[in-house]
Structure formats: structure tokens, C-alpha cells
């Protein structure tokens, strides 16, 4: 049986798992039976879980647009036939 | 691969099979309608990895060339979206890489590349939420490329953690390893608190 620190390290290292629902059922009972009594680890997945939803929620970029230009290399590249071509 | 959001994938007079078969065979206006699907995507991710508008230009143009070169080996072992991204994951560290600096902050928010930002009815939220926004920011330029890679892949650009290990170019679990330490990394430099109070 694993001991209260072997848990403590253990969950410590599978909090993103946890948090993303990759945990198997054991581990995922193991994590929660541990964080139940661990301040540490119950703040632990509060922020991690907070973490993940601010870096998705915060996707302010809808706006952006490649630039014009994305192509020029491509367009000489190609007028100029190889080596740059894909058959060079 | 599935459908994403913002993705512009070839229409049904140009499925993306034979956009890629004629540009294999040297045209490059197939390449461009091929690859032009991707760019606006391409390009904020190349934004989020260098954090500078004008080097993401530059290596957004390299990226297409490189794409364009090398499509004649392109086999179709994987999607040519994961193929075309990992294209830009690559220069863009190799770049970082070569001039030896991190980014000063990664761009995540409209604010940082004065866009109208989104409309917010709590003026209070919307503030403490473009606090974190450049707090987020600061922190993912401090991370190692191939830690920022894996957070920007994964929860910022929402990839599977599949795809995203396939674009990084290493195994499932490494990705998984690196998005751990990546994310508590960045939980460190943001500290628990402000993230529960802010962005939960």
C-alpha cells in the first residue's frame, strides 16, 4: 500500500492528467481519496483546472489574418522553376 | 482529422487530395488554395511561438516555402494540416533557437495586437481578465520552446493531445510530460491564488 507521501508525490505529477479526464478509474479514485485530505493537492487541481480554462478561454486572436504576403516566396520560387520547385 | 474552428478546409471543386496531387505535379495555385486554408491559423500560431508580429511574417513566408519545396515528399502519412503545422513549429524554434531569445510576451488576447477587444459587461472582469491575459503572456514567453509549443498546441490552439504530439514530433506521452510541466510552470509564475480568484 502506498504511503500518504508516495500519494502525495504521485498525484502532484498527474494533476494535468486529472484535470483532463485522462486518469484511469483507480487513479483518478486514488487522486481524489487523496486530495479529500490534502490541501496541497485539492488547491492544486483548483488551479489547475483554472489554468487550462483561462488559457482557453482567453483565444482574443479570431481577428488576425495571415498576411498578404504569405505567398511571395512561394510565387518567386515557383516563376523561377527549380530548384525551388517541388520537383527539384 | 476533424474540422476546426476558424479553418477554412478546400472546397468540393478542390477536395484537398487533389489540391495536393496537382501541387505535387508543380502548380502552385493549387498549393496556394491547399495552404491558404491553413494560413490565418498558421500565422496566429506562429504569433503565439515568436510573440512578434513582423518575425511571424518573415517565418510564416518561410514556412510556405519550405511547405511548397517539400510537398513532393509529402506522403499523407499524416494530415496535411499536421504536416504544414509542424513545418511552422519547427522554423519558428529553430529561429528562436538561432537568435537565442525568448519572446517578451506571447501574444494570447486582442489587446496585445491593438484589436477592438470583445465587449465585456463587467468592466471590473474585463479588466482583471486582460490582467491575466498579459499575465499569461509573460509567462508562456518565459517557457522553454519546446514547453511553449506544447501549451499553445494543447490548450491554446484546443489541438488533440494526438495531433499535437504528432506536430511537436515527439510520442503521446512525452507530449504529456512536456504540457504537464509546461502548465505548472506557468501555475508557478501566475501563482494558485490569482488563477482561482481570476480564471476559474
Not at chain 1, 508525490?9 to 487513479?27: D, F, I, K, M, T
Not at chain 2, 495555385?29 to 506562429?46: C, H, I, K, N, P
Not at chain 2, 509564475?189 to 490569482?194: H, N, P
Request: net charge positive.
Amino acid at each position: 500500500m502506498p504511503s500518504r507521501s508516495d500519494d502525495h508525490q504521485w498525484s502532484q505529477q498527474h494533476l494535468s492528467h486529472y484535470v483532463e479526464g485522462e486518469l484511469g478509474p483507480r487513479a483518478r479514485r486514488r487522486l481524489d481519496r487523496h486530495a479529500l485530505d490534502c490541501v496541497d493537492c485539492g488547491r492544486g487541481i483548483r488551479a489547475m483546472r483554472a489554468l487550462v480554462h483561462a488559457v482557453q478561454g482567453l483565444d482574443g486572436l479570431a481577428g488576425v489574418r495571415a498576411p498578404a504576403t504569405i505567398f511571395d516566396r512561394v510565387r518567386l520560387a515557383a516563376a523561377g522553376g527549380s530548384p525551388s520547385s517541388p520537383h527539384a | 482529422m476533424p474540422p476546426l474552428a476558424g479553418q477554412r478546409a478546400p472546397g468540393p471543386a478542390g477536395t484537398e487530395a487533389s489540391l495536393i496531387a496537382r501541387a505535387q505535379a508543380g502548380d502552385v495555385g493549387a498549393f496556394e488554395r491547399l495552404s491558404g486554408a491553413y494560413a490565418d491559423r498558421l500565422f496566429m500560431l506562429l504569433l503565439r511561438l515568436l510573440g512578434d508580429r513582423g518575425e511571424a511574417e518573415d517565418v510564416a513566408q518561410e514556412v510556405m516555402l519550405r511547405a511548397w519545396r517539400g510537398i513532393g515528399r509529402f506522403r499523407g502519412q499524416s494530415s496535411y494540416f499536421t504536416w504544414l503545422y509542424r513545418i511552422a513549429v519547427n522554423e519558428a524554434n529553430r529561429v528562436l533557437e538561432k537568435r537565442g531569445r525568448r519572446p517578451a510576451a506571447v501574444p494570447i488576447g486582442a489587446d496585445e495586437l491593438q484589436l477592438p477587444a470583445p465587449a465585456a459587461d463587467d468592466p471590473a472582469r474585463q479588466a482583471e481578465n486582460s490582467e491575466l491575459r498579459r499575465a499569461l503572456g509573460r509567462a508562456l514567453a518565459g517557457l522553454p520552446p519546446a514547453l511553449r509549443t506544447a501549451i499553445v498546441l494543447r490548450d491554446v490552439e484546443g489541438l488533440s493531445t494526438q495531433q499535437a504530439a504528432e506536430i511537436a514530433g515527439v510520442s503521446q506521452a512525452a507530449f504529456k510530460s512536456r504540457l504537464h510541466q509546461a502548465r505548472l510552470r506557468v501555475r508557478a509564475a501566475i501563482g494558485d491564488e490569482t488563477l482561482v480568484t481570476t480564471g476559474g
